[in-house]
């Protein structure tokens, strides 16, 4: 579903080069959970970034459900981004104005969609938040907020989820229903998860971690048969 091709990004600052990430190849395949830890600063939402075709690396290519993103025009990435990924932010980033059913539908407006409120209402009902549908993202939770956010990245049925940080501003109970949440997302449609996360008890219920260290990636296979980040 995902591959990366000796994939580096670098930034200009003044007469300064800051290269942030440094020639990564990666694949991820369709269904599978990955999670990326890794100091801050080390690159983990740049890649996030680049995955979601929102920035074009400066090396290398970057290729979705089969599609290399550079070869597509601006138009087409946001084509792509509306159709076949979900995005999950730390911070929510719902529309105030709006209240949590049309929050949900906003997407399937945008991609023309005649029953958007519908199918926004179902996936509310999905998440456990039917009764909250007409509430505004001021009168709920933190854990509300992430949950009508999910629904909203996930209300289109995309075939990748990325998620930046998703459980970093909720308290503990609150974030492991989330974390629960992404997860029956991940196993009911087959999505591809890609999670970043500084939580290692989260990390370790993906199927692989990987680890961002000043720029460069790395895994190792754990004694379970599975991956986690290296000691």
């Known amino acids: 579903m995902i591959e990366l091709n000796a994939v580096s990004m670098h930034y200009t600052l003044g007469a300064s080069r800051i290269d942030v990430l440094r020639s990564i190849d990666l694949r991820i395949a369709t269904g599978e959970r990955v999670a990326i830890v890794g100091p801050s600063g080390s690159g983990k939402t740049t890649l ?12 290398g290519s970057v290729a979705l459900d089969g599609l ?3 070869a597509l025009s601006a138009d087409a990435l946001a084509d792509l981004r509306r159709d076949r990924i979900g995005i999950v932010f730390q911070s929510f ?12 539908a906003l997407p399937l407006q945008i991609a023309g969609h005649r029953d958007a409120a519908a199918q926004a209402r179902a996936q509310l009902e999905r998440i456990g938040l039917a ?3 007409t509430h505004y993202p001021s009168q709920l939770s933190g854990g509300e907020q992430q949950r009508v956010a999910i629904a909203r990245a996930t209300v289109h049925s995309p075939k990748v ?6 459980t ?5 109970h609150t974030r492991e229903g989330i974390r629960d949440l992404l997860f029956a997302v991940n196993a009911d449609s087959d999505t591809t998860l890609v999670l970043v996360t500084h939580d290692l008890d989260f ?8 680890r961002l260290h000043e720029g460069r990636l790395s895994e190792r296979v754990s004694d379970r048969g599975r991956r986690a980040i290296p000691a």
């Open 48 to 59: 996030l970034v680049l995955l979601a075709g929102l920035e074009r690396p400066s090396a």
């Open 68 to 70: 290399r993103l550079d």
């Open 93 to 104: 980033h719902l529309v105030p104005s709006l209240n949590a059913l049309d929050n949900v």
């Open 131 to 133: 009764d909250r549908a």
């Open 161 to 166: 989820l990325l998620a930046d940080e998703p």
């Open 168 to 172: 970093g501003n909720l308290d503990d």
């Open 203 to 210: 990390a370790g219920r993906c199927d692989r971690v990987l």
